[in-house]
T-cell receptor
């Protein structure tokens, strides 16, 4: 069982539609990060959420941290082909600066 | 962009042969990491380093060893490659020089390794 469970694993939508991806766990975290990875490249940090219930917006992307700090969601409004990629949630486990990732959600936005 | 270079970018090798992947950074940051990425598993930590000659195991370290003789270089070695080690390997560094405070990581562009 993975520490972070992401759903769905794959999402294919048309340009202009909205989508939500989820990152769930039974553990409580002090913070949670979302990364986006494009083909042939490494992941790049989008946002870090820290406070339970926190909502952060990055243009058309809205990130929410659950009240109990066990889960998070990423909502994309009016998706564009440029939003295509692998979205990964991640947390730091205890000490040592070690980042643990969920399995990822692959998003395909078709023109 | 963080100065992280992975080499080679692609490699095909045969089962049983040794393979070494190199990660080079120009940032002089303390923490460096090796991850592998497989479909459905996200990225999984193999080994990490918190300084020259200071390394520790991650969650999937069996069959891998690492070395860090200089701050800028972190080497990952597969002593005897197996087909299960076919994967994409990513190097990462902490985003600050000293790291250790759970900041974000910067990633290299990856090495595609195929073991036949």
């Amino acid at each position: 069982t993975q520490l972070l469970e992401q759903s769905p694993q794959f999402l294919s939508i048309q340009e202009g539609e909205n989508l939500t991806v989820y990152c769930n766990s039974s553990s409580v975290f002090s913070s949670l990060q979302w990364y986006r990875q494009e083909p042939g490249e490494g992941p790049v940090l989008l946002v870090t959420v820290v406070t339970g219930g926190e909502v952060k917006k990055l243009k058309r992307l809205t990130f929410q941290f659950g009240d109990a700090r066990k889960d998070s969601s990423l909502h994309i409004t009016a998706a564009q082909p440029g939003d295509t990629g692998l979205y990964l949630c991640a947390v730091f486990k205890a000490a040592g600066n070690k980042l643990t990732f969920g399995g990822g959600t692959r998003v395909l936005v078709k023109p | 962009d963080a100065g992280i270079t992975q080499s080679p970018r692609h490699k095909v090798t045969e089962t049983g042969t040794p393979v070494t992947l190199r990660c080079h950074q120009t940032e002089n940051h303390r923490y460096m990491y090796w991850y592998r990425q497989d479909p459905g598993h996200g990225l999984r930590l193999i080994h990490y380093s918190y300084g020259v000659k200071d390394t520790d195991k991650g969650e999937v370290s069996d069959g891998y060893s690492v070395s860090r003789s200089k701050t800028e270089d972190f080497l990952l070695t597969l002593e005897s490659a197996t087909s299960s080690q076919t994967s994409v390997y990513f190097c990462a560094i902490s985003s600050t020089p000293t790291g250790g405070n759970n900041e974000k990581l910067f990633f290299g562009s990856g090495t595609q390794l195929s073991v036949l």
